[in-house]
């Protein structure tokens, strides 16, 4: 286990949804160009947001106690992937494991998750014939970056992530295995037919993240760790000597102090539902989150109050999705149920193109965030899908079967002014966009946004279908056409705490704050802007965990 070098890591930029108004008959109005105060998820929509448990003021105590209320090793905040596995790492070197739980219960944001694991070049992949070399893996993940992937954790990584995939496969009742997803972006070094993302063949891939959380939470109980429920942590204590000795939660309404003699490890989540977070470190407007509504930032913040340093604070796993579009909110989909389809297009309310509706989702969600000095606004946000009546035949919309009668949410008009002007786009320059869109359908060609010209691109259509020159484009042009807004939104946010290869929360000098560590979504993703491949999330949420846990249980 080496340490990498620590390079410099710039904060991330605080960039506010902003409130300016378009000009024009198109004009939104100003509720909705600021950052919604409902945010939707799965679990329905939220006006009011849960306060954070961490009051930063008070979050970092020089005093200690006279008398703990435990003692113990190591203290994990967090149950999902990343504390799991930092609970296995520490209780390995033989350490006590006390984990706090803000949550009646564990897996948080993990157990909604697919639980792949990304790991590139390793041996389960050799061993299935994909051999790749190292620079090719590197170029990739730094090209989907954009410049700001940090190679003094992704270097490492390459080599742990193997180490801690081999490991589970070894202690648990997971297999692990080559699955059949390949790499998400058009960038050179991409794998494309399968390798990248390993998923437990044993579950034949269908456990998903609630039962690959399940047997992880299996090993940790094993080991005789203490699991507290219903106990969020609110500061952290710290000696005269500068080093994080323990704990302090809210338990059964009182305060209770936890000393850990070998350590604390910060595996608390994102920020997904911390409001003034969101606000100041998103991009633009972020309408939905798919984080459990526990994520409000605590281990950020308590990270924070100790010294910590932030990197990527302003990057998102994005997905377009459409919750505030369906009063029930029965439906959380994604883009990809139905835009990358032929016969499907995306418009901003001037009517116009702006994205290839079959790519990636971070690629897509990123271009609501284009603004326009002439409409002092997002010129993208909001958007929305427009499909005929063939698309609706074949294919999901909104999370509406295909064949079925569409509900009141979804717009219907026999004509595309119609329903242009019921979704409230330019009704003049939708039906010349369409038209356009249509001669690229015949050709098989998208000169705008080369939509369908990519291997990945081709997932999001139907390349069963014999009619079309490009199985992503198909024409708009069957009656009666039907509309939905989207919306901007994620899986997770991507910022956080900067950390080593070892999970050591580093200050703003790039030294390591001593018996402080961080793995998981309150920490920096080491893969700066993208999402590479399916199980980059998990997969660098249980390595650096399990890391951390190994570091501070052998301290």
């Known amino acids: 286990m080496g340490t990498a070098a620590v390079g410099a890591a710039a904060l991330g930029v605080a960039v506010g949804a902003g409130s300016l108004v378009p000009h024009g008959a198109a004009a939104q109005s100003e509720a909705t160009a600021k950052v919604p105060k409902t945010l939707y998820t799965g679990f329905g929509p939220k006006t009011e947001f849960p306060a954070p448990a961490v009051n930063q003021a008070s979050a970092l105590i020089t005093t200690l106690p006279s008398t703990w209320n435990y003692t113990t090793g190591v203290v994990v905040v967090g149950t999902g992937g990343a504390g799991l596995a930092a609970a296995i790492g520490a209780l390995e070197q033989g350490a006590n494991v006390i984990l706090l739980e803000k949550a009646a219960t564990y897996g948080g944001t993990s157990s909604l998750s697919g639980a792949g694991i990304y790991a590139p070049g390793s041996d389960i992949e050799r061993a299935a014939g994909i051999n790749r070399a190292e620079s090719d893996i590197l170029d990739y993940i730094n090209a989907c970056g954009g410049g700001e992937a940090d190679d003094a954790l992704v270097i490492p990584y390459l080599t742990q992530v193997n180490t801690w995939v081999n490991h589970l496969n070894t202690i648990s009742t997971l297999n692990y295995g080559v699955s059949s997803t390949g790499n998400s972006y058009n960038k050179p070094g991409a794998l494309f037919t399968k390798g990248d993302r390993l998923a437990d063949t044993n579950g034949a891939g269908t456990l998903g993240g609630s039962g690959v959380m399940k047997a992880l939470e299996a090993i940790v109980a094993s080991k005789g760790a203490t699991f507290m429920y219903n106990t969020p942590a609110t500061a952290l204590y710290q000696n005269a000597a500068g080093t994080i000795v323990g704990v302090a939660a809210t338990s059964n309404g009182s305060t209770i102090s936890i000393s850990a003699t070998k350590g604390v490890i910060l595996c608390a989540g994102g920020f997904g539902w911390n409001l003034d977070m969101l606000q100041n470190f998103m991009r633009g407007p972020m309408d939905i989150s798919n984080e459990v509504p526990t994520n409000t930032g605590d281990g950020i913040l308590l990270g924070m109050a100790a010294g910590g340093y932030l990197r990527n604070m302003n990057n998102a796993q994005w997905e377009t999705q459409y919750g505030p579009s369906n009063p029930t909110n029965s439906v959380n989909g994604s883009i990809t149920g139905g835009e990358g389809k032929p016969g499907a297009i995306v418009v901003n309310r001037y009517g116009k193109r702006f994205m290839d509706e079959s790519s990636v989702d971070t690629t897509r969600t990123m271009h609501w965030w284009s603004s326009d000095t002439t409409i002092e606004g997002f010129v ?156 980059a999330s998990i997969g660098s949420a249980t390595t650096f965990g399990w890391y951390a846990g190994t570091m501070a249980g052998s301290s």
């Open 380 to 535: 993208n946000y909001p958007a929305y899908t427009i499909t005929d009546s063939k698309h609706r035949s074949l294919y999901s919309l909104a999370g509406v079967a295909p064949g079925t009668t569409a509900p009141s949410w979804i717009s219907q008009s026999n004509t595309l002014e119609g329903i242009a002007i019921l979704l409230g786009i330019d009704p003049v320059q939708f039906p010349i966009t369409v038209s356009t869109f249509n001669g690229y359908a015949t050709t098989g060609l998208d000169p705008d946004f080369h939509r369908g010209q990519s291997v990945p691109d081709l997932g999001s259509g139907d390349t069963t279908r014999t009619d079309l020159v490009n199985p992503c484009l198909g024409p708009i042009s069957t009656p009666p056409f039907f509309g939905v807004q989207i919306h901007p939104g994620m899986r997770n946010t991507m910022g956080g705490l900067r950390h080593n290869a070892n999970g050591q929360v580093l200050d703003r000098n790039g030294n390591p704050i001593p018996g402080l560590y961080a793995a998981g979504n309150n920490s920096g993703s080491l893969f700066g802007a993208a999402y590479p491949s399916g199980g």
